[in-house]
T-cell receptor
Framework: NAGVTQTPKFQVLKTGQSMTLQCAQDMNHEYMSWYRQDPGMGLRLIHY???????DQGEVPNGYNVSRSTTEDFPLRLLSAAPSQTSVYFC???????????FGPGTRLTVL | AQSVTQLGSHVSVSEGALVLLRCNYS??????LFWYVQYPNQGLQLLLKYTSAATLVKGINGFEAEFKKSETSFHLTKPSAHMSDAAEYFC???????????FGEGTQLTVNP
């Protein structure tokens, strides 16, 4: 099992550009989530999904879109990048609600 | 709504000393509670979790945590710190209804030789 994989590892964008952060898991987990990590703020939930075709907003959803067409994949789209979106992004998956979440290695995004 | 407070953004201990990282939570329902560790430039790794079974939970690498409902606390301890324990530690809470994890701000642990 590869677990949770994320691509790319690093990305630099200019303000206004769009991009998609990829996340995939091979553990057949129903739940998947996206977090952003900023210094002194811990991890904050952006969007999450409780199964294919079902997504919901987390604590900081503005500027991000998600979709869940398959159980394995949960991409995060930045529609028009802003410097405030400079952060480290983590994808996580779990078997069910309240269960252990497994985290990917993260994507470090810089928006200039 | 659920929330987590970690007291102390930085904790420094000597090698061999007791490690105590504090976590207090609020939750409207009986919570699931977690401690995660993050080593530099890596993702988060689960140390231990509380899921309403035993109140004293043992995790990996010699860590344990005790759930105290009356104090709404879930403090993480290790009797004897090792240099390899230097990392950032996150406490998190999840309500049983879904997968939303709410994290504390994190505590950076430094272990001095």
């Amino acid at each position: 099992n590869a677990g949770v994989t994320q691509t790319p590892k690093f990305q630099v964008l200019k303000t206004g550009q769009s991009m998609t952060l990829q996340c995939a898991q091979d553990m057949n987990h129903e739940y998947m989530s996206w977090y952003r990590q900023d210094p002194g703020m811990g991890l904050r939930l952006i969007h999450y999904s409780v199964g294919a075709g079902i997504t919901d907003q987390g604590e900081v959803p503005n500027g991000y879109n998600v979709s869940r067409s398959t159980t394995e994949d949960f991409p995060l789209r930045l529609l028009s990048a802003a410097p405030s979106q400079t952060s480290v992004y983590f994808c996580a998956s779990s078997l069910e609600g309240g269960a252990t979440q497994y985290f990917g290695p993260g994507t470090r995004l810089t928006v200039l | 709504a659920q929330s987590v407070t970690q007291l102390g953004s930085h904790v420094s201990v000597s090698e061999g000393a007791l490690v105590l990282l504090r976590c207090n939570y609020s939750s409207s329902v009986p919570p699931y509670l977690f401690w995660y560790v993050q080593y530099p430039n890596q993702g988060l790794q689960l140390l231990l979790k509380y899921t309403s079974a035993a109140t004293l939970v043992k995790g990996i690498n010699g860590f344990e945590a005790e759930f105290k409902k009356s104090e709404t606390s879930f403090h993480l301890t290790k009797p004897s710190a090792h240099m390899s324990d230097a990392a950032e530690y996150f406490c998190a809470v999840s309500e049983t209804s879904g997968s939303r994890l709410t994290f504390g701000e994190g505590t950076q642990l430094t272990v001095n030789p």
